[in-house]
């Protein structure tokens, strides 16, 4: 009587466990929390799902705390953003009023072209960063300890 024999099953079976996995989280990633959501009921039944909107306050009532609330004295007055990708998020999130200057890449929106850019986000100069007066600054990287010399110096 002859045998057949797989080469490697528990080989195979791991793959196929990864395989699973991988696609099950890649259809995860691909699914949708907005509009035209679908759940599962008890019964088994797939049904539309509805987002809860809460309430409005009363009028006269307290406005609940968010994070967005700008009273607080932490926010900054003045930020210098020595990333171009951060200058335009900063623009997206209406935060480019705040902006003092920022650094020599960041040229978008076109307003961020009327903020000094003499600054470099690859060699930082402490020192000019200081000039600008900052509360706040924005890197992409701390490749060469700036975030220690503007502690130092007290800025964020």
Do not use: K, W
């Amino acid at each position: 009587m002859t045998t057949i024999r797989t080469r490697h099953p528990r080989r195979a079976a791991r793959t196929l466990s990864v395989l699973a996995a991988t696609a099950t989280l890649a259809l995860a990633a691909c699914g949708s929390d907005g509009d035209g959501a679908v759940a599962d009921t008890p019964d088994g039944t797939t049904t539309a799902a509805t987002t809860e909107v809460p309430a409005t306050a009363a009028p006269g009532a307290a406005a609940p705390e968010t994070a967005a609330d700008t009273s607080d004295s932490d926010v900054p007055g003045r930020v210098v953003s020595l990333s171009p990708t951060h200058t335009e998020i900063l623009f997206a999130i209406d935060a480019g009023d705040l902006l003092v200057a920022v650094d020599e890449f960041s040229n978008h929106p076109p307003r961020a072209l009327e903020l000094p850019d003499e600054l470099s986000g690859f060699e930082p100069n402490v020192e000019a960063i200081a000039g600008y007066e900052p509360d706040l600054v924005v890197i992409g990287g701390d490749f060469t300890g700036l975030g220690e010399q503007l502690d130092a110096l007290g800025i964020a």
